[in-house]
């Protein structure tokens, strides 16, 4: 199989529902646990790297100075 003949396929099924006050109540009330829920599950992730011996590793310091990989444009009229 070739790259050019992958093709990615999605779908996505769902039931309408009247969008009523107590529904939209419901759903504002669902959106802060479905964060909490993110948060745990990336906090559960780390946790079972580091139990398999994954390892923390801090950014590199900064440069003292900028770094640019070209020169600045010219400015003549």
Do not use: Y
Not at 38 to 62: D, T, V
Request: charged share 20%; with cysteine.
């Amino acid at each position: 199989m070739t790259e050019e003949s992958l093709t990615l396929v999605a779908t996505h099924t769902a039931r309408r529902r009247a969008l009523t006050d107590r529904r939209l109540f419901g759903e504002a009330l669902r959106i802060p646990f479905l964060t909490f829920k993110i948060i745990g599950l990336i906090h559960w992730q780390a946790l079972k790297i580091w139990l398999k011996g994954g390892r923390f590793h801090q950014s590199p310091p900064l440069p003292e100075s900028e770094v640019s990989s070209c020169p600045p444009p010219s400015h003549e009229n």
